[in-house]
């Protein structure tokens, strides 16, 4: 059983930046993606941006060009840079981990909300 541990969520004014982060503890299995979810109120969790163990990233539409997903792979830990943060960026953010094996892991989500 995997265990994510995520943390950088917070209150942040409309143009400003934030950084979270998820480090995946007692994976036992090599991860092949590790990546960041987010739900809005009464809107389904929608993928925001993955990055595969080659590094090949993918993001939503929304966020191209203002969020940049990373990852420490000696730690198992990706991060998501998120500037110019808009309030439409509200949501509680999930990291998410699928293994080789067909492991797939949820953190327990961090609240980001933008202030306008």
């Known amino acids: 059983q995997v265990q994510l541990v995520e943390s950088g969520g917070g209150l942040v004014q409309a143009g400003g930046s934030l950084r979270l982060s998820c480090a995946a503890l007692?994976?036992?299995?090599?991860?092949?993606?590790m990546g960041w979810y987010r739900q809005a109120p009464g809107k389904q969790r929608e993928l925001v941006a993955q990055i595969s163990i080659r590094g090949t990233t993918n993001y939503t539409e929304s966020v191209k060009g203002r969020f940049t997903i990373s990852k420490d792979r000696a730690r198992d830990t990706v991060y998501l840079q998120m500037n110019s943060l808009k309030s439409e960026d509200t949501a509680i953010y999930f990291c998410?981990?699928?293994?080789?094996?067909?492991?797939?892991?949820w953190g327990q989500g961090t609240q980001v909300t933008v202030s306008s």
């Open positions: 007692r994976s036992f299995d090599i991860i092949h993606y």
């Open positions: 998410n981990v699928r293994t080789r094996r067909g492991g797939q892991y």
